[in-house]
């Protein structure tokens, strides 16, 4: 059906930078939004930022300023490029695709990629 392939977690330190991506593959019909969340152990999982078809990005408030989501729609490829990384981002990304609508939404999950900030 449908695979996401995520890259670029890692092991960073206070106030790097980091940049994700997710790459999807197989059946993509109709792409309603991309996004990225995050969950660590104990918590829910939080939005930490999205984008509609139209273009309009949605971000979770602790990471407003610092993180931007892009994607390149010929490459079915979302980005999430983090900057002033803190320790309190240090969480599993996990890569999401809706597809679909507003209405009728068929979403997807990558596997998750760790994302550690040393302080």
């Known amino acids: 059906q449908v695979q996401l392939v995520e890259s670029g977690g890692g092991l960073v330190q206070a106030g790097g930078s980091l940049r994700l991506s997710c790459a999807a593959s197989?059946?993509?019909?109709?792409?309603?939004?991309m996004g990225w969340y995050r969950q660590v152990p104990g918590k829910q999982r939080e939005l930490v930022g999205s984008i509609t078809s139209g273009g309009t990005t949605n971000y979770g408030e602790s990471v407003k300023g610092r993180f931007t989501i892009s994607r390149d729609n010929t490459k079915n490829t979302v980005y999430l490029q983090m900057n002033s990384l803190k320790p309190e981002d240090t969480a599993v990304y996990y890569c999401?695709?809706?597809?679909?609508?507003?209405?009728?939404?068929?979403?997807?999950w990558g596997q998750g990629t760790q994302v550690t900030v040393s302080s």
């Open positions: 999401n695709i809706v597809l679909g609508s507003y209405s009728y939404r068929n979403p997807y």
């Open positions: 197989g059946n993509i019909r109709s792409i309603y939004a």
